[in-house]
């Protein structure tokens, strides 16, 4: 058995529609299948989804308080009225700034953007910043991509005669703004049929109100942030990444080609994980670490030198970006294993003085990878005694509305139900830990503390073509709402397992099913090698691709999790002492059971360091279920190794060492002819020099003196004979006796039928024997139940 890293929860498998889809749409059952688990359930809803030429995008004006804001912008044009757009510093703060204002210069305003600094002013608008706007001579205000929450901000604008509109995405609190108007897809009342838009989604469909058409010029900005945000890729956000990416590829802003060039995707296809873990990262950085106006005046560049200078300022901050994370990371999980152990903690609130408010976010979603814990991280800052901090989640913990049970210690908060940023008082921290962990523990079972993977499809190998691969990335780009599809195989053979890599810390499968086979790839599994039998039936989930290298072109599975669900057999028989020692410590201590069935084994193997299990002493009380058991000797007795295993539930895993110092199976094992000739020929000599004559005998018989000793032995054990300082005698008139009464005798027999079946048999044999001890007991069980 090997358990998986994650709960596999696995979606049910459509049945029903799926045979109208495959033939009015020409696609595989599979696909067909992924379709219909995913809502699109008919032709239509399919068809529009896997085509773009079926997609639309809204009308702007559904969006509430749209007509209001091009109005008032358009009335700023005309007045040649100063407008400044109040923009976020992450990549959708950034790509959203960029994208307004462009669309603003495109119909003559006369406009400047503003980000907040991260660590002096904090998230979102804010009192002094307006203030100053008015002093300068703005007459409006835009936000992107912020401002739902600017009640104060919004009531100043207006006490000082400053237009405030706010364009954003984030959850809507109780109480909103009483700006000049709000655009936001999830405000309460809007009639907008798709909630998902990022923020830049928010700016893109100002532009496409302000010029009346779609602003395809600046898709290559907008598919930035909506990537990076992580917002739903359904409906909408789909059609935008789709021709964003397309642009991104064909791009010609400076910025964005020397931001590619950092990425090193400038020959490559475009794809949605090169804005996420490339592109992306890299804008976040600036904001993080300094001032994110470099981000903007990079996307907005019109100079190639001015590009790739600021790109690679921008690249610079990223590798900075990564060694900060990492030290506060370490310092984090000190924190958490010294001060909040998880197994006490439902919810992690770790704080620390100093740590770079930039990129605590980061940090959060590293604890939460390790630890599976909604996760907050804090930033204290001793001066004010402010604590700023980012929040990250898991499935079943709504963070945004568990945070909002806390709003009376919770003056400044906003996201998502997986993630949120908020400042609070440092004093506060203990109460607002206190009552995550106690409203976790309401709406969590402890179930949902160990990972889940969510599975699409449960394919056989043969499924897995290359022509079916090439239809499921119709539903790409992938992202929140529409994963990368994860396919399960199950209980599947191998034929081919190996380590791969410089450090040989990744592994290669061959998976094989009714004639079929599928490479597997999995990075940073190479030790599963060590965990798999060759001949077990293996269960794998990933993701499919396709695999183009020296011409040819096969399908593969990258392998993320693997369990197999029968107890597994290893055959350690023949490993070296030093090669021991090293793959026991490798089993976990608390799952690891040794087994010696002789008290010398210990020493002789030298496992000194390691906790024995002494077989020999006691036989009764030795729960194996769940357990990785290694047996380091062979038992005396094949009814003790009968006995242990039929006693309980198979352990996941049996090593087998059986280790021995004689070897019964291939020593002379005297047959009853021979103890028939040998008595025979005492009872003509009546007496024997065993010590003078035995070796001219055994010569002479073809025996070895071993033979001789051994039936001297169990015939004097019997009562026929006596030996006296070497001199054997036969007794006058001995009690008829069998061979098997001889305790020689039968622990001869016994150590030989051992050595065979434990020994020096094949490993499908041994396995066989383990398989009838396991089998016997299940039928057991099952006769005691049917008799209760």
Avoid at 280 to 300: F, H, M, Q, T, W
Avoid at 758 to 777: A, H, P, R
Wanted: charged share 25%.
């Amino acid at each position: 058995m090997l358990k998986s890293k994650a709960r596999w929860k696995i979606k049910e498998q459509a049945s029903s529609q799926v045979d109208l889809l495959v033939n009015e749409l020409n696609i595989a059952p599979l696909v067909a299948k992924l379709l219909i688990n995913r809502g699109y359930d008919t032709v239509e809803t399919a068809r529009r989804f896997l085509y773009k030429d079926e997609m639309v995008y809204h009308d702007p004006f559904l969006l509430d308080d749209m007509e209001r804001t091009v109005k008032r912008i358009q009335a700023a044009v005309e007045r040649n009225e100063k407008i400044l757009i109040f923009g976020d510093y992450d990549a959708d703060g950034v790509s959203s700034t960029a994208v307004m204002y462009c669309a603003l210069k495109s119909i003559g305003a006369v406009v400047d953007f503003y980000i907040p600094n991260r660590f002096t002013e904090g998230y979102g608008p804010n009192e002094p910043a307006i203030r100053k706007a008015k002093d300068q001579g703005y007459g409006l205000i835009v936000t992107v991509d912020t401002g739902i929450a600017a009640v104060h901000v919004a009531n100043v604008a207006k006490e000082i005669n400053l237009d405030f509109i706010v364009t954003d995405h984030h959850e809507a609190p109780p109480v909103l703004p009483d700006a000049y108007a709000i655009i936001n897809p999830k405000k309460p009342g809007c009639s907008y049929p798709f909630k998902g838009l990022a923020g830049v989604g928010v700016a893109f469909k100002v532009a496409h109100a302000l010029l009346g058409r779609v602003p395809t010029e600046w898709l290559d900005i907008a598919v930035i942030g909506t990537v990076a945000d992580l917002v739903p890729l359904v409906d909408e956000n789909r059609l935008l990444v789709m021709e964003g990416l397309h642009a991104l590829q064909s791009t010609e802003k400076p910025g964005l080609i020397a931001l590619k060039k950092k990425c090193g995707i400038t020959s490559q296809v475009v794809q949605a994980d090169h804005v996420g873990f490339g592109i992306g990262p890299r804008i976040n950085a600036a904001g993080r670490l300094e001032s994110a106006d470099p981000a903007v005046a990079l996307l907005l560049s019109e100079s190639h030198d001015e590009a790739e200078h600021l790109a690679s300022e921008i690249d610079d901050l990223n590798k900075e970006r990564k060694a900060v994370v990492s030290e506060i990371t370490e310092a984090a999980i000190q924190v958490v294993e010294s001060q909040f152990p998880p197994s006490e903690h439902e919810v992690l609130v770790i704080a620390g003085e100093g740590w770079n408010a930039g990129v605590i976010g980061i940090v959060a979603s590293r604890l939460v990878e390790r630890y599976y814990r909604p996760t907050i991280v804090l930033s204290i800052d001793s001066g004010s005694g402010l604590a700023k901090g980012s929040a990250r989640s898991i499935e079943g913990f709504d963070m945004f509305a568990e945070l909002s049970k806390s709003r009376d210690i919770l003056p400044h908060f906003g996201g998502h139900p997986m993630a949120a940023g908020l400042t609070m008082n440092a004093s506060d921290l203990e109460e607002l830990r206190t009552r995550l962990c106690r409203q976790a523990r309401e709406v969590l079972t402890p179930d949902d503390f160990k990972p889940v993977t969510s599975i699409d499809l449960v394919a056989s190998v043969d499924d897995c073509s290359v022509n079916v691969i090439k239809q499921l990335e119709l539903l790409a780009p992938f992202g929140v709402s529409n994963p990368t599809p994860k396919v399960l195989i199950e209980d599947v053979h191998l034929e081919q397992m190996r380590k791969i890599g410089s450090e040989s810390n990744h592994l290669k499968v061959g998976f094989t099913q009714n004639g079929t086979s599928l490479d597997g790839i999995g990075f940073h599994l190479g030790y599963l090698s060590e965990e798999i039998t060759a001949q077990a039936k293996v269960s794998a989930v990933g993701t499919l691709s396709i695999n183009e290298w020296n011409g040819h072109v096969k399908p593969q599975l990258m392998i993320e999790d693997v369990a197999v669900s029968e107890w597994q057999l290893f055959d350690w028989r023949s490993i070296q002492r030093n090669r021991l020692i090293e793959r026991l410590s490798t089993i976990p201590v608390e799952d690891r059971v040794l087994l010696a069935f002789r008290e010398d084994t210990k020493n002789k193997l030298e496992l000194h360091k390691f906790d024995i299990t002494h077989m020999y002493r006691d036989t009764d009380d030795h729960d194996l279920a769940n357990k990785v058991v290694v047996l380091l000797d062979i038992p005396e007795e094949r009814e003790q190794l009968r006995k242990l295993f039929s006693a309980y539930e198979a352990p996941n895993r049996i090593y087998v060492i059986f280790h021995h110092d004689e070897d019964s199976f291939f020593t002379t094992n005297p047959n009853r002819e021979q103890f028939k000739w040998f008595y025979a020929f005492l009872l003509k000599r009546k007496s024997f020099n065993i010590k003078r004559h035995s070796e001219e005998l055994a010569k002479y018989k073809g025996w070895s003196r071993h033979t001789i000793d051994f039936m001297s032995n169990v015939f004097c054990e019997l009562g026929f004979v006596t030996i006296d300082d070497g001199i054997l005698n036969v007794a006058k008139s001995p009690e008829k006796k069998s061979l098997d009464e001889s305790i020689t005798y039968r622990q001869k027999q016994e150590q030989a039928y051992i050595e065979n079946d434990f020994v020096y048999s094949s490993y499908m044999d041994l396995k066989q024997w383990f398989q009838q001890v396991v089998k016997e007991k299940l039928v057991d069980e099952k006769s005691i139940k049917e008799t209760v």
